[in-house]
């Protein structure tokens, strides 16, 4: 397995004020991690945020272009723009035991869904990656992350992989789980399931990167020390979950590792890279490459 690479940049020495477009998408668990930049409680003389919202396979597909300084992309996307950015140590989105559920209408066992017709959230999602580890042979029909359960109760598909809120309520609204990704993942391999992580240009000035890696370290601390605050501004992305599940939600996706990903999460994404590449699911080997 390769090892990953973490660069520790030096601290900015000029004084200019540098605008950065900050792509994220808009779901409570980002929210919450954003909530002291976008509410200017953490602040910088030196770089100035410019938050843009948009759903998480448009910011992997503009990821490509290399349309933004700072911007959340999956985990599997990062082989494909891993010439243009770079992985941030604070910000990532990790399963750990728990992640992105397959869920049907009627009891499934896992081993059916070999040969399914399976709604998935998109191709370069870290979820659909995942799944296509768990069983590489199954039809997949892409559709928005929104609109997969309605997919799946009009029988348009067998299954369909569930991510963000949806996780959460999917149960109420009668839908199996065949299988939650991962728990399989962490049983199968011990290790934690990376599924969301935040890039930043290699073009911009190593004390560039260095202050928005500042930033979004101390705007996690910032909302995890103001629990309240923090969840009340997320609750107006939470997609009308009531205050509990948004706030389980959130505790789920912004913890420890989203401070910063420590060892584990860089050993956790680069297994999972090797293994997409190694099966034929990803095209390009790449080794990771976090910058803190």
Excluded at 58 to 65: G, V
Excluded at 83 to 108: F, N
Aim: hydrophobic letters at 40%.
């Amino acid at each position: 397995m390769a090892s990953a690479i973490v660069v520790v940049c030096s601290p900015m020495a000029s004084t200019s004020v540098r605008e950065i477009v900050c792509a994220h998408s808009p779901d409570s668990d980002d929210a919450y991690m954003f909530y002291g930049l976008a509410t200017k409680k953490i602040r910088s003389r030196l770089v100035n945020f410019r938050h843009v919202l948009e759903d998480i396979e448009t910011l992997n597909r503009k990821a490509l272009e290399g349309a933004y300084e700072l911007t959340a992309i999956s985990y599997h996307a990062y082989p494909y723009v891993a010439d243009k950015y770079v992985l941030m140590a604070s910000g990532s989105s990790i399963g750990d035991g728990y992640g992105p559920i397959l869920a049907s209408v009627k009891p499934m066992a896992p081993e059916e869904i070999k040969g399914k017709k399976i709604a998935i959230p998109g191709r370069m999602t870290s979820a659909y990656l995942t799944l296509k580890l768990f069983e590489p042979d199954f039809e997949e029909v892409v559709i928005p992350f929104d609109k997969i359960l309605d997919a799946v109760a009009e029988h348009s598909v067998d299954a369909g992989l569930i991510i963000h809120e949806g996780q959460l309520t999917y149960g109420k609204s009668g839908f199996h789980n065949v299988i939650d990704l991962g728990r399989w993942w962490k049983s199968e391999y011990d290790l934690p399931l990376p599924l969301g992580a935040n890039v930043l240009l290699r073009s911009l000035p190593d004390e560039a990167k260095s202050e928005c890696c500042r930033l979004m370290r101390e705007s996690i601390q910032y909302a995890l020390e103001h629990g309240e605050e923090a969840l009340n501004y997320a609750m107006q992305f939470a997609r009308d979950l009531e205050p509990r599940l948004a706030e389980k939600f959130v505790g789920m996706y912004v913890n420890h590792f989203t401070v910063d990903c420590g060892d584990l999460v860089p050993i956790a994404a680069q297994k999972m890279l090797d293994m997409g590449y190694e099966a034929g699911l990803i095209t390009k080997k790449v080794t990771v490459e976090f910058v803190r």
